[in-house]
């Protein structure tokens, strides 16, 4: 087969890893990828944007199957003109991807198919929108409407902070996202990721983890696009997954196809668990990143034919997928000053060593200098991942594989994993 997959981060360079390992691949194209994914196959600069661009590279490799990779591409509507080239997509249209693309529609889905969420109000004005805070005690949940990379989402804890940050958004320091903003009442509990395949009928849940959202240690400074992640996560409880798959993941996809825009692709649905009981935090029309690179560490089974099964409508033939009786975690290295400001350009040393059993270290926003040295380019720019037969061990590995990176210019989280290791 050959596999045309778009992206250029740490999610993409881990899905060309385990798409590489399949024995149905004969080429692999990546656009535009990254200096880890050119070791895996061939990368092409064509963003992930570019429709035309990717429709007609599809073409030039005569894909049998395109992969997408980022919500930046959901959005642009790349499964719709792959579906018009009738070219097999694993991604969906732009209106199912609406799950993800506007927090505002996904909340207005969950009242009109009763899914359990957060109280909300929609606002396009500061002043209503300050008034409605009245409604809530601190901490104030204040989010952008659109895509903000993982960043458009303000905790308070106050209500003069609360109504800073709905200046600031609709002010424009989001741009277009942040034209609309939702503010939702806070939900306790821990938060979860859990992941499903859908073919637009079938539903297969594909694993799950707990993500690390703030940039520094014991959860404090801003929310990030996630500084590391670990799996399996104990809160997911056979329980919550029951839970989540009955009331949410299942009627969502229902609910998606009878609106008139089945849902072809991964859906991860991120939520606060409290007792076994899910609510949704929101939906992503994708991989998560970096959740990705832990789930394919995991997977034990061919991940080609079940990415071929959600593009073509074959998944009620597919066995349940198999995962590693292991732990695996990834930690996140970012650029100093991300998520505001990260600084680009610095070298990096000793990243594309061998690290030993059970370690991969993904690239997630690298570039090659002239000199062939690897660069930072990014926020978040490598994922350092491994797996353990405990968390004791996985962590071990992959914190001693960062010992022997060479970034001055570079930060990581040193607790990744705390939750699983205390219990
Ligand atoms: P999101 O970008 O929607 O995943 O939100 C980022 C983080 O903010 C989540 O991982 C949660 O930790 C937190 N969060 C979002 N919504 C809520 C909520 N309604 N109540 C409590 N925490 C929330
Ligand atoms: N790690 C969270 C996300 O991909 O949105």
């Not at 209503?128 to 895509?147: C, N, T, W």
Request: a negative charge; charged letters at 20%.
């Amino acid at each position: 087969m050959n596999i045309l997959l778009v992206g250029s981060g740490g999610r993409e360079h881990a899905l060309a890893w385990k798409i590489a390992q399949s024995p149905l691949l004969t080429r692999l194209v990546c656009a535009p990828g990254n200096p880890g994914m050119a070791v895996l196959g061939e990368v092409r600069p064509v963003a992930a944007t570019d429709v035309a661009g990717l429709v007609a590279l599809a073409r030039e490799i005569a894909a049998d199957l395109v992969v997408i990779g980022p919500e930046t591409a959901v959005e642009a509507g790349l499964a719709d003109a792959l579906a018009e080239a009738a070219i097999p997509c694993f991604g969906p249209t732009a209106a199912a991807g609406r799950l993800e693309s506007s927090k505002a529609f996904t909340k207005a889905f969950c009242d009109r198919h009763h899914l359990p969420t957060a109280g909300y109000g929609v606002f396009e004005a500061a002043t209503p929108a300050k008034a409605f805070l009245d409604r809530f005690q601190p901490p104030y949940v204040i989010k952008a409407d659109g895509l903000a990379a993982g960043k458009g989402v303000v905790i308070a804890e106050s209500r003069d902070a609360a109504e800073a940050a709905i200046d600031d958004m609709l002010g424009g320091a989001f741009g277009a996202a942040g034209a609309r903003v939702v503010i939702e009442e806070f939900l306790t509990g821990e938060i979860a990721s859990q992941f499903a395949l859908c073919d637009g009928e079938t539903v297969m849940l594909f694993g799950g983890g707990q993500d690390h959202k703030r940039a520094f240690d014991g959860d404090q400074g801003p929310n990030t696009g996630g500084m590391g992640v670990y799996a399996p996560a104990p809160v997911l409880t056979p329980a919550a997954v029951e839970n989540a798959r009955t009331r949410l993941i299942e009627p969502a996809m229902a609910a998606i196809a009878a609106e008139g825009a089945p849902y072809r692709g991964v859906l991860f649905t991120e939520m606060m668990i409290d007792h076994d009981d899910p609510s949704l935090v929101e939906f992503n029309a994708r991989f998560g990143d970096p959740e990705c690179q832990v789930l394919m560490l995991r997977l034990e089974s061919d991940l080609v034919p079940y990415l071929m099964a959600v593009a073509t409508g074959g998944l009620a033939a597919m066995a349940q997928p198999v995962w590693r009786d292991e732990a695996a975690i990834c930690v996140v290295l970012a650029a100093d000053g991300y998520p505001a400001a990260p600084k680009t350009g610095t070298v990096i040393k000793g990243a594309e060593a061998e690290f030993g059993e059970g370690v991969v270290v993904f690239h997630a926003g690298t570039k090659r200098g002239v000199d062939g040295a690897l660069l930072a380019a990014g926020g978040r720019v490598l994922n350092v991942c491994a797996r353990g037969r405990d968390f004791a061990e996985a962590r071990a590995r992959a914190y001693a594989a960062i010992a022997a990176i060479d970034w001055p210019e570079g930060f990581h989280r040193t607790d990744i994993g705390w939750r699983a290791l205390g219990r």
